[in-house]
């Protein structure tokens, strides 16, 4: 699979080599600057080349298929400080202009501040003029490929672990006395592979690796979605330095990062979620196959708070008058793509004792649920897991911390605070342990283009959540929980098949929520129903809307998970800037998973899940590993014909409403719910009509928990007077204001079009870049 790479289309290279080496740790080392807007500092990655861990692959796979493999029981990651002094000190008397080795006759083709930038090549490794072989079958040198854009990388060299005192033990062959690469690599590979058990001291040997003296700058290129990194006479992955230092920092206009202020006004930066993943905030493999761990050592001036994926819960060291560091660590490998930072000058609101009579009650495990507390096997790679931990399997509530702007917090303790427990209560009592041991939430600025975001040990949701009462902010916040297991815990091997992540947590949030409020059966069903018919009438409204090959759950069919022989694939439509506003991977992905619950009954359904999750937590999946082992699972009696060919053919491969869906749609009685608004509906308009004195106007705050719909209902009906709350919603709710830019557009009003060019204009500098293109696309 060669990756040819078209720059009229609209699909994301994941350029990294991953089929040659992988790298299992990244330590960072980085300093924020708000005044220049921009992160910079090193980043130390610790290599594996492809022959060791492909056996490793091969076995797990090998436990996958075996229920009589061994328990693997690890020693769980408790709060771990290990300080990480700044890596310059080794390089502190250098200036960054002469960092880059230039290839082909030494030909300087760095910018003027000395930087290597991304420069408009050709894509794919063939364009690379070192020509370089980027497998270990060749006569050239190896080329390790990482994705990497819009950063300016300053240098990179190989780190000398063997100067880090204690590390010569990880030597195994005596003949291996003197200093070399291969001593070298050696011991970055007994590093990486020690038990679980020893995770404290491998963070530790890793920060003082990290810390480690350079031995030699490597040479290094890049392109627009790349950075190429070689030494001279390395022809094999094998040979390739297995610890390299990459000097480098981002860029304002970076795609994976915003600048931006808080809703207070203060100066905030944060991971958006950008198409482009991380690899605009450091060079790193972008392929979910790379699953790696982390830690970071993060510096900024002592107002900020530094938030990250980690499992501890930081606290800020301070370095000197001004400045503070904050450090993270991560133990459970996860693709890069998952790391998150914020830093603003959030304020934490402190938790009250949480009271069982706000919505749900804590309850102990009644029999029917000791079923899920599985102990045995985990067909993971080795990582402490609290699946096998005793007393994580029976924590209902993590622990959590909550963040938000200043203005923000009165808001929070009012809603979001009391809900987070009993949600993550409800969430424990349907799937078990969860994967995770701890969550910060964070309320982040009103240019955030989503209503949450989940990512391991912290969540981003949107301001817009906290004027919808419990409704939303409890639906959202059990959506975003959903992720720990599906999307995280459990993520797609093909990002193409996005229905595995939002479909189940769509379908999960409401189970959640149901349980968090304690509903009975027949009040659970009824919402659920309501929600489903809500849902149906989005999704057909999707239909009519989107490009039939972006309506596909699973694109690329029988070569879904395929790569090239490099490891290099392309998401498809991964750059669309319509695609995150789209819901098709949610809708489809719910529907299907509604299917096959009512049709297997919910305790089946929910018994099989449980055990799904404990068989692939810490692994990717693709839709036949779900489906297969569905099927596989359930009575003859109840399986009805059912197949994963023919669930591919009516649900992932085929554009428009699923065969299946349409016929339930046909079929099914309308809920008590549903009927019960209907009449509510009627009643109103019927009211409307009546002539009626003039009334002194509610408050304001009648319409806060409907503020879409009522926007929407100023611009249909052309309620001037209140023109004033449809700009309000496009600057504070811009998670939920471009479909009302669509509204503003497609009414062909002169007044409405000049509101919607004036609120762009005033936002457009702080929106998110793909809500940008897609709203300036609608305007102009």
Request: proline share 5%.
């Amino acid at each position: 699979m060669d990756i040819q790479l078209d720059p009229a289309r609209d699909d994301l290279p994941l350029m990294a080599n991953t089929s040659h080496i992988l790298v299992k740790h990244y330590v960072l080392d980085l300093d924020v600057d708000f005044e220049s807007q921009v992160i910079e500092g090193t980043i130390v990655l610790f290599l594996e080349d492809g022959n060791r861990f492909k056996k490793q692959n091969s076995s797990i796979e090998e436990a996958c298929q075996s229920e009589s493999n061994k328990a693997c029981k690890f020693g769980m990651p408790e709060p771990c400080h290990i300080p990480v002094t700044n890596a310059r000190t080794f390089s502190s008397e250098m200036e960054y202009n002469d960092f880059a080795i230039c290839s082909k006759g030494e030909k300087d083709t760095s910018d003027k501040d000395g930087n290597h930038d991304n420069q408009e090549h050709a894509s794919g490794i063939s364009s690379s003029k070192y020509c370089c072989d980027t497998g270990n079958h060749g006569s050239e040198d190896f080329l390790l490929v990482l994705d990497c854009c819009d950063l300016s990388v300053l240098k990179v060299e190989e780190v000398d672990v063997a100067a880090v005192p204690g590390l010569e033990k990880f030597t195994r062959s005596p003949e291996l006395t003197v200093v070399s690469e291969e001593f070298r690599n050696q011991i970055v590979r007994e590093l990486v592979t020690l038990p679980a058990n020893r995770w404290r001291e491998q963070l530790d040997y890793y920060a003082r690796c990290s810390q480690a003296p350079g031995c030699g700058e490597l040479l290094f290129d890049t392109d627009t979605w790349s950075l190429q990194i070689r030494k001279t006479g390395a022809q094999t992955a094998t040979d390739f330095p297995h610890a390299i230092r990459i000097w480098y920092k981002t860029k304002p206009e970076g795609r994976s990062v915003t600048w931006t202020s808080d809703q207070s006004g203060r100066p905030c930066v944060y991971t958006v979620g950008s198409p482009i993943n991380n690899r605009a905030l450091f060079p790193c493999q972008e392929p979910p196959v790379a699953m790696s761990t982390w830690q970071a050592t993060v510096r900024a001036a002592a107002s900020f708070v530094v938030l990250m994926s980690g499992e501890n819960s930081a606290k800020p060291t301070q370095l000197w008058e001004e400045c503070s560091s904050w450090y993270y660590y991560v133990t459970m490998p996860m693709p890069a793509s998952t790391f998150t930072i914020a830093v603003g000058c959030w304020t934490e609101m402190k938790m009250e004792t949480w009271s069982s009579n706000d919505l749900a009650t804590e309850r102990p495990f009644s029999p029917s649920e000791a079923n899920f507390r599985h102990v045995g096997v985990c067909s993971h790679m080795e990582y402490p897991c609290r699946f096998q931990n005793a007393s994580a399997t029976t924590q209902e509530i993590i622990p959590h911390r909550v963040f938000a702007p200043v203005c923000l917090t009165g808001a929070c303790q009012e809603t979001l605070l009391r809900l987070i427990p009993p949600c993550l209560s409800a969430a424990h009592s349907v799937l078990g342990a969860h994967p995770f041991s701890r969550l910060d939430v964070l309320i982040v600025p009103a240019n955030f283009p989503s209503l949450g975001m989940a990512s391991p040990h912290i969540m981003f949701l949107s301001q817009s959540i906290l004027t919808g009462g419990n409704h939303l902010c409890g639906t959202r916040l059990c959506h975003e929980i959903a992720h720990a297991w599906f999307g995280l815990a459990i993520g797609a091997r093909d990002w193409t098949e996005e229905w595995l992540s939002e479909g189940f947590a769509t379908h999960l949030e409401d189970v959640f929520w149901a349980t968090a409020q304690q509903l009975a059966p027949y009040e659970a069903r009824e919402q659920q129903e309501l929600r489903a018919c809500l849902r149906w009438r989005r999704l057909q409204d999707e239909m009519q809307c989107s490009p039939e090959e972006m309506q596909v759950l699973r694109p690329s069919k029988d070569k879904t998970g395929h790569t090239s022989d490099s490891g290099a694939s392309v998401i498809k439509h991964g750059l669309n800037p319509e695609k995150i506003f789209m819901q098709v991977h949610y809708l489809k992905g719910y529907f299907l998973l509604r299917f096959l619950a009512k049709r297997l009954g919910d305790e089946t359904y929910f018994s099989f899940l449980r055990k799904f999750v404990h068989t692939f937590h810490g692994q990717l999946i693709l839709s036949q590993d779900f489906l297969q082992m569905l099927l596989e699972n359930i009575p003859e009696e109840k399986r009805l014909e059912l197949s994963v060919e023919n669930i591919y053919q009516d649900w992932l491969e085929s554009s428009g409403i699923p065969k299946p869906l349409q016929r339930e749609r046909r079929a099914g009685a309308e809920c008590g719910l549903a009927r019960q608004v209907r009449a509510e509906v009627t009643k109103w308009i019927g009211v409307n009509r009546r002539p009626r004195k003039r009334k002194r106007r509610e408050k304001e705050e009648v319409f806060e928990k409907v503020r879409h719909r009522w926007c929407e209902l100023i611009v249909k009906h052309k309620f001037t007077k209140a023109y004033k709350s449809v700009e309000r919603f496009l600057q504070e709710d811009q998670a939920m204001g471009v479909y009302l830019y669509g509204e503003l557009m497609v009414s062909e009003d002169a007044r409405q079009q000049q509101l919607a060019r004036r609120c762009f204009e005033r936002t457009k500098e702080q929106m998110d870049r793909s809500s940008a293109q897609v709203v300036a696309e609608m305007l102009f």
